[in-house]
């Protein structure tokens, strides 16, 4: 009898095994901080959905802790009404209420790293000693990597900050085609930057 059961109860301990395993590759993508008490500006990332996932941290301390907030990302394909990915960021933060006055258009970089670059040499250009860097949770492994390679040796300090992402469950990631795309995207895209830098 207890072999029966044991029988019975070995492909449940498998999908939970499976589950806690997967969940655990989705997780690890995860690497963000609690907002600082006050930074000189927030910057977004491009991209981003319709939930303003990423504007909505940033929007939460320019109201109480951060000076201005930075719009980040080149230009997106053509005919976009939006025209850059710093374009469709500003139109979330409006959106959500955020005043034009603080919030500065950075219409450059057409990638992670190339948007940091860009990023760094507008706080230097500025004087800024402290940002916050607002992304999708599920980014900020890859974009805190890079944030502290591109700031090295800056004496800006920075911070990585993220809501979770509603438009990918990190937890059961492998469930949607969506899903499979972000995690194995963001593992591929932190490998490459690692093998190449």
Known sequence: MAVAIGALALPFAALALRATLLGGVGRALVAY???????DAVAIHGGGSPAREREVPAAQLLGTRANAVVAMGGPLPCCDPDISYAGA?????RELGVDDARI????????????????????????????????????????????????????IAVTEIAMPAPDVDVNGWWRT???RTIVFG????????????
């Not at 963001?186 to 830098?197: G, N, Q, R, S, V």
Request: positive net charge; aromatic residues 10%.
């Open 104 to 155: 500065v258009v950075l219409n450059k970089g057409l990638s992670t790293e190339g948007e940091l670059r860009a990023l760094r040499a507008l706080a230097e250009a500025r004087g800024w000693r402290s940002l916050a860097i607002s992304t999708s949770a599920w980014h900020t492994r890859r974009a805190g990597t890079i944030a502290r390679d591109v700031f090295a040796g800056s004496g």
């Open 33 to 39: 901080d609690v907002p600082p008490a006050h930074v």
């Open 89 to 93: 960021t500003v139109r979330r933060l």
């Open 186 to 197: 963001e593992w591929w895209k932190l490998a490459y930057y690692e093998l190449t830098t």
């Open 177 to 179: 085609p969506y899903g």
